[in-house]
């Protein structure tokens, strides 16, 4: 399973863009990378997928250089609701399951 | 769809008691996990089922931990006897396995409290 490093912690201000960057070195081929967020008492939800170059949906866009051996999840003016953990996972079909330590993100007003 | 139900939500024991944490799928989706998160060791995933057997249950912590899926649309985690060091929220979860990167959904959490 390819290991993933996030930053522990991060804060950030209301309205400013918030880049979280994951890194996976020994990532495979076949592997995809994921992320997902957690709020405060509720489980763990997907907010974006890829595999190469960016992806953009209307929560986050993902950004995975050609080596792939890292991604950065982007999350655009940020408000205190995006206060929350976010986890990068990596892995295909069958393995994509384990989550690491995910980075705390604080948004302060 | 209504998502992965969890029950109960909430529930307080006393240590020796058997705990059942239940779990209801999304249906059709052919994976079913359950994890465990604490403050100290974070989201652990304790075991997984694929089609209703189990895959890999590495992450169970001891033989006081045991987890059933008798068909498609249930599974039962049991801890007995409880101790207290088993307080923590655990989570079901599920996906369909045949998409790439498949995503997994999570339901709201069983909170476990061990006195």
């Known amino acids: 399973l390819a290991k993933t490093t996030q930053p522990i912690s991060m804060d950030s201000y209301e309205g400013q863009e918030v880049n979280i960057t994951c890194s996976h070195n020994?990532?495979?081929?076949?592997?995809?990378i994921t992320w997902y967020q957690q709020f405060p008492s509720q489980g763990p939800r997907f907010i974006i997928q890829g595999y190469k170059t960016k992806v953009t949906n209307e929560v986050a866009s993902l950004f995975i250089p050609a080596d792939r051996k890292s991604s950065t999840l982007s999350l655009p003016r940020v408000s205190l609701s995006d206060t929350a953990v976010y986890y990068c996972?990596?892995?295909?079909?069958?393995?994509?399951?384990?989550f690491g330590t995910g980075t705390s993100l604080t948004v302060i007003p | 769809d209504a998502g992965v139900i969890q029950s109960p939500r909430h529930e307080v024991t006393e240590m020796g008691q058997e705990v059942t944490l239940r779990c209801k799928p999304i249906?059709?989706?052919?994976?079913l996990f359950w994890y465990r998160q604490t403050m100290m060791r974070g989201l652990e995933l304790l075991i997984y089922?694929?089609?209703?057997?189990?895959i890999d249950d590495s992450g169970m912590p001891e033989d006081r931990f045991s987890a059933k899926m008798p068909n498609a649309s249930f599974s039962t985690l049991k801890i007995q006897p409880s101790e207290p060091r088993d307080s923590a929220v655990y989570f079901c979860?599920?996906?369909w396995g045949q998409g790439v990167g498949n995503t997994i959904y999570f339901g709201e959490g069983s909170w476990l409290t061990v006195v």
């Open positions: 089922f694929n089609n209703n057997v189990p």
């Open positions: 996972l990596v892995g295909d079909t069958g393995n994509q399951f384990y």
């Open positions: 249906s059709g989706h052919d994976y």
């Open positions: 979860a599920s996906s």
């Open positions: 020994n990532i495979a081929t076949n592997d995809y």
